[in-house]
């Protein structure tokens, strides 16, 4: 129950955070949107600017009104978004200086609402749309994932182990085209409007390092292509099925099966088809979710009348573990084909999630009772390369490998937590590049609302 409210917790900050601004930008949108089209039909009447310097007073209909709005903003402030807010002050107090009126755009149906310019900020909308798209997708994102978090079974009753898996199963391609059209809308709807309207201005201000933010909005063109070039590949060959020729799959067993699919696949046509298995660590409210084995093999498309289809088959090995689905435990296993045309990596493969039956029993300790114990120096590489395994499982990994092999195993692994942190790093710079300007902007237009003129 503990692990299920800090996962609420965190949901909700989310809600409340992101869903929070998004509410407010999409509100700051309509209503400016809403204004700009009703102040069409106010009447156009003479104000005089106050001593303040920023508010005035107007006649209409023999009585006579205050007034501080100068935009179709209805929060108003300062920001420096474009050169809006300095034009109008200039034109304010120019107007008092010279004690000439101005001209302000009278509601007829409420004379005490009025305001100076009632053109629309493109720039300002613009600027507030990532905010209203993005922040508000992750905020209803939060949502979803708050009630899944209450709608899942409580932490600590087991879910039974996974059953093998039909002899026919539908890929899940649909699913992985929906999450890239996402991850492309999300990261296009933050990255795009920044890079147009902030690159401009600081390169007249000769900042050239600004250039840099550009490489956000060239990723969010490569993230629509790809999830363009993946929708067409989907629409040419159609959904496809796996047909599973093993009844029983399980590790130490070979597993065999076919690939059909709809449409546009002809005999000969290339493509890879790689097993996987994923491994799952949980250590209280942290999930870690990486690659814990896998194999690739090359085929290719025979014909079979109307659906034509692609044959596979693998060695799955002894020492690798069964299928798990136990969230309570600490530790489960996740296993997956996934086949793709050749030399498309950047399009999005079908996929389709398997169930491997525990393996046979065998008695590991006789099999191994004459082996040499693991040398530590063999131990710690694997623990640097972040890979837990038995000493069985090690000595398999290792026996393929040449001498020459293994001593580049051994210097790669001592690099291997350098390169972690040094990716860690360049993550963390890339996305402070692109999040700071925007959340300083944010906080300057949130400040300057309400406060007073100058």
Request: charge should be neutral.
């Amino acid at each position: 129950m503990g692990a299920k409210l800090g996962a609420a917790a965190i949901c909700l900050a989310v809600v409340l955070v992101f869903g929070g601004t998004g509410v407010f930008a999409s509100w700051a949108i309509a209503t400016m949107l809403y204004d700009a089209s009703r102040s069409r039909e106010w009447t156009a009447v003479q104000a005089d600017v106050e001593k303040d310097g920023y508010s005035y007073r107007y006649r209409f209909e023999g009585r006579e009104y205050h007034g501080e709005r100068w935009g179709l903003m209805r929060v108003e402030g300062r920001d420096n978004i474009d050169n809006w807010y300095g034009d109008m002050r200039d034109l304010v107090r120019d107007a008092r200086k010279a004690q000439r009126p101005i001209t302000v755009y009278v509601n007829p149906a409420d004379p005490s609402e009025a305001l100076i310019d009632r053109h629309i900020r493109w720039n300002l909308v613009l600027f507030l749309t990532p905010f209203a798209l993005a922040f508000g997708g992750v905020g209803v994102g939060g949502l979803w994932m708050m009630q899944r978090v209450f709608r899942d079974a409580p932490a600590g009753e087991a879910r039974p182990q996974a059953k093998a898996p039909a002899t026919r199963v539908a890929s899940d391609v649909r699913g992985a085209l929906l999450g890239s059209w996402l991850f492309a809308f999300f990261w296009n709807a933050m990255a795009m409007p920044v890079g147009f309207l902030f690159v401009p201005d600081a390169l007249r201000r000769g900042e050239w390092l600004a250039l840099l933010v550009l490489l956000f909005p060239l990723v969010g063109v490569m993230l629509l292509w790809y999830a363009i070039h993946s929708t067409i590949g989907y629409l040419r060959r159609g959904a496809a099925t796996l047909n599973l020729l093993t009844a029983e799959p399980r590790p130490g067993a070979p597993l065999r099966g076919s690939i059909e699919f709809a449409r546009g696949v002809s005999a000969g046509d290339a493509f890879r088809v790689e097993l996987e298995c994923f491994r799952t660590d949980r250590r209280g409210d942290e999930t870690d979710r990486r690659k814990f084995w896998s194999r690739e093999a090359a085929v290719q498309a025979v014909g079979a009348g109307d659906r034509p289809r692609i044959d596979f088959s693998f060695d799955v090995p002894a020492s690798v573990p069964a299928s798990s689905t136990d969230t309570a435990a600490p530790v489960s296993h996740a296993w997956r084909i996934e086949a793709r045309p050749a030399g498309q990596r950047m399009a999005a493969g079908y996929g389709f999630d398997l169930a491997l039956l525990p393996a046979l029993p065998v008695d590991k300790a006789i099999a191994f009772a004459n082996s040499t114990p693991v040398p530590d120096e063999v131990k710690e590489m694997f623990e640097r390369l972040g890979v837990k395994a038995t000493d069985a499982e090690e000595r398999e990994a290792l026996a393929g490998l040449k001498p020459e092999e293994r001593q580049a195993l051994a210097k790669y692994a001592r690099y291997v937590p350098s390169m972690k942190k040094i990716v860690i790093a360049i993550v963390c710079i890339v996305v402070a590049i692109q999040l700071i300007p925007v959340v300083m902007h944010l906080i300057h237009l949130v400040n300057g609302m309400g406060s007073n003129w100058e």
